[in-house]
């Protein structure tokens, strides 16, 4: 399903930023409770986002989503009522950015194959079911272990590593060009050529390498050492077999250019080759 660039484009960042002040105007004037009626936006936003919606509707709804998610952290990490809520109001932050911008990447990048998807709200099941296991992590250890959750240096530093892995991959997104697909390509295509600038001339697959420092730096945010190792061996294992898969159709495509260039840099991803 391809869209135009830029009216999505524009609709999109539209929408996120006049929900942002939409939510900021009602919490300025309407709301005591900031959390009663976030909560209820929030359910009735992941109810949409299961719906079948034709493109535009299904654009608004998820930049609307994201929009209230950001707010909402960003009201967390700066309450000095909910204290529970300041770590995890960062992790919001970074979780409604990182998939706000990767459509707005696509769009910028290749709106050839950008797409509702592109936001990756459906990334998978497995996906979602992680984000849980480490939200579930989150307020049970800070309620058993407090102390857990009061180690600053490693919420900065794992604050640091998303922002890194952000610029990483949209670096990568964005020297790939019309080459960056959120799927595997099986055939070739005329657009594709064999990218060895820029990021990729220090990595194979800095978009992976940019979304895994990304998503071992949001369990950091959350001092989640349980779902830190998970996350980072889970996330490991999942690129490496990708990797490996990808990797046999670029043989395919690029032949000896592309194992010439397999030997001479590394994938980026720490033991695979």
């Given at each position: ?31 005591s409770?900031?959390y009663?009626?976030?909560i ?5 936003f ?17 930049s ?14 700066n309450?000095?009522?909910?204290e ?6 960062w ?17 910028v990048?290749?709106?050839?194959t950008?797409?509702i ?7 998978s099941v497995?996906y979602?079911?992680?984000a ?5 992590e989150?307020?049970v ?11 600053a240096?490693i ?5 640091m590593?998303t922002?890194?892995g952000?610029?990483?991959?949209k ?11 959120h ?48 996350y ?26 592309y ?15």
């Amino acid at each position: 399903m391809n869209m135009t660039f830029p009216k999505y484009l524009i609709f999109s960042v539209f929408t996120f930023v006049s929900t942002i002040l939409t939510c900021k105007f009602l919490l300025k004037w309407y709301i005591s409770n900031i959390y009663i009626p976030f909560i209820v936006l929030f359910v009735t936003f992941v109810v949409l986002l299961l719906a079948p919606l034709p493109e535009i509707c299904g654009i608004v709804v998820r930049s609307s989503f994201l929009a209230i998610l950001f707010f909402t952290g960003f009201c967390g990490c700066n309450s000095d009522h909910f204290e529970i809520f300041h770590l995890f109001g960062w992790y919001l932050c970074v979780l409604s950015t990182f998939h706000f911008t990767e459509f707005i990447a696509i769009a910028v990048c290749n709106d050839d194959t950008l797409s509702i998807d592109s936001f990756l709200l459906n990334h998978s099941v497995e996906y979602w079911l992680a984000a849980i296991l480490s939200w579930v992590e989150y307020f049970v250890e800070y309620y058993y272990f407090p102390s857990l959750k009061h180690v600053a240096l490693i919420s900065k530093c794992g604050f640091m590593l998303t922002i890194t892995g952000e610029v990483v991959r949209k670096l990568a997104i964005y020297t790939a060009g019309k080459g960056f697909s959120h799927l595997v390509s099986t055939k070739r295509k005329e657009t594709h050529k064999l990218v060895t600038t820029g990021v990729y001339h220090l990595w194979r697959h800095p978009a992976y390498l940019g979304w895994l420092l990304w998503c071992v730096g949001t369990q950091l945010i959350l001092c989640n050492p349980v779902c830190f190792v998970g996350y980072s061996y889970v996330s490991w294992k999942f690129l490496k077999q990708r990797i490996q898969v990808e990797e046999s159709y670029l043989v395919q495509f690029f032949g000896n250019e592309y194992l010439k260039y397999r030997e001479e840099v590394p994938s980026g991803i720490p033991f695979v080759d």
